[in-house]
């Protein structure tokens, strides 16, 4: 397909390859306990989701990862064809961008007429419980969340994209799935309850044993790229750029 651009005011672009039809929009930044890259990462291999473009600025932090030998963009875009599912997949730290990605995000769901955007997150406890959460404005959609067993969220501090996102105007329906995590580090066993709210809501038929295996292991290499990112970032200047000269 032709590759069709928006270019956005606020100095993100939105690059796609296709344009799915009213898909599902989920996003996960990385946010308490790695909750929403863990969870895309998931949901990409288990749905076979396919590169359909990325959202990029000059703002994210020049920092390219690399997977089977190809370059995996900060802010990727994916597609699930027969779930009709979208992924917004983040490696980058979005820190200082919230607001600004936000609206890219709100800007995609218009783009696709997305029928609703599902933020995944977590949200910090003391203890190791896992217990997932809801947010939504759609009585269907509490109903089916109360069949599965899964409370609505009462008290609770959101952060990041996902809090962006939701204190917005917005035409699009948006949902919240959080889940409580002990710990900053990537937290794959919150994920997976995320995978497995997911899994009631969207009947995906995720098999969690080797999901769950799958996301130890993703666990290990995201916190080698997380070391590997800091090292980099140790030695940027303080006018912000980065010493490549070591």
Not at 106 to 121: F, G, P, Q, R, W
Not at 133 to 161: A, C, H, Y
Request: include cysteine; proline fraction near 4%.
């Amino acid at each position: 397909m032709h590759k069709k651009v928006a270019h956005i005011t606020n100095t993100m672009e939105i690059k796609l390859s296709s344009k799915p039809k009213s898909p599902i929009v989920i996003e996960g930044f990385p946010g308490i306990g790695l909750i929403g890259t863990i969870t895309t990462e998931f949901l990409i291999k288990h749905l076979n989701a396919k590169p359909i473009g990325f959202i990029w600025s000059e703002e994210l932090l020049p920092i390219a990862a690399v997977h089977d030998s190809k370059i995996v963009q900060p802010l990727e875009v994916y597609y699930a064809e027969k779930e009709n599912i979208v992924i917004i997949h983040a490696l980058s730290d979005v820190r200082g961008l919230e607001w600004k990605i936000s609206q890219a995000v709100k800007d995609l769901c218009k783009m696709l007429n997305a029928k609703e955007v599902i933020s995944i997150e977590g949200i910090m406890s003391r203890e190791a419980t896992n217990n997932a959460f809801f947010i939504t404005s759609d009585q269907k959609k509490r109903k089916l969340f109360e069949k599965l067993n899964i409370n609505p969220l009462k008290e609770g501090i959101i952060i990041g994209v996902t809090a962006a996102l939701m204190l917005k105007d917005s035409d699009v329906n948006t949902t919240g799935v959080f889940v409580e995590t002990h710990t900053k580090m990537p937290d794959s066993k919150s994920a997976a309850r995320v995978i497995e709210v997911l899994d009631g809501y969207l009947n995906l038929k995720v098999d969690f044993k080797p999901l769950l295996a799958a996301a130890e292991e993703f666990e290990k290499k995201l916190k080698e790229l997380i070391d590997q990112t800091k090292q980099t970032i140790e030695h940027k200047k303080d006018d912000k750029t980065l010493n490549y000269m070591g």
